[in-house]
């Protein structure tokens, strides 16, 4: 299993980049893939959770007031893709963001980041915004 994250760089505030995390080996009833994020010296932080079978997208509860609606999940299942579309970048979004998935059941039953266990991860890109 692979999960390749892509499309992070240096941006200026208020820019716009979307990331890509491209899924191979993942079987075909794989239960949940979601994106999360670890800013320098800090936690890491689980940023959406995506169920597999009905496609149904979880926003994490506690991200809700920084992210304000600048965060948008969306996948292309024929390219076994998933993508994150950021808006108005702010410098605290710096971190590296990382694309997982879990195998073993569908952790995406709420906002809440907790009950997202994921097993398998990406490599991680990384998103600077500065001035």
């Known amino acids: 299993v692979q999960l390749v994250e892509s499309g992070g760089g240096l941006v200026q505030p208020g820019a716009s980049l979307r990331l890509s995390c491209a899924a191979s080996g993942l079987p075909s009833d794989y239960y949940a893939i979601g994106w999360f994020r670890q800013a320098p010296g800090k936690g890491r932080e689980g940023i959406s959770c995506i169920s597999s079978s009905d496609g149904g997208i979880w926003y994490a509860d506690s991200m809700k007031d920084s992210m304000k609606g600048r965060f948008t999940v969306s996948r292309d299942n024929a390219k076994n893709t998933l993508y994150l579309l950021m808006n108005d970048l702010k410098p605290e979004d710096t971190a590296v963001y990382y694309c997982?998935?879990?195998?073993?059941?569908?952790?995406?039953?709420?906002?809440?980041?907790?009950?997202?266990?994921?097993?398998?991860w990406g490599k991680g890109t990384l998103v600077t915004v500065s001035s």
């Open positions: 997982a998935a879990n195998d073993l059941y569908n952790p995406c039953r709420s906002g809440n980041v907790g009950d997202w266990y994921m097993g398998l």
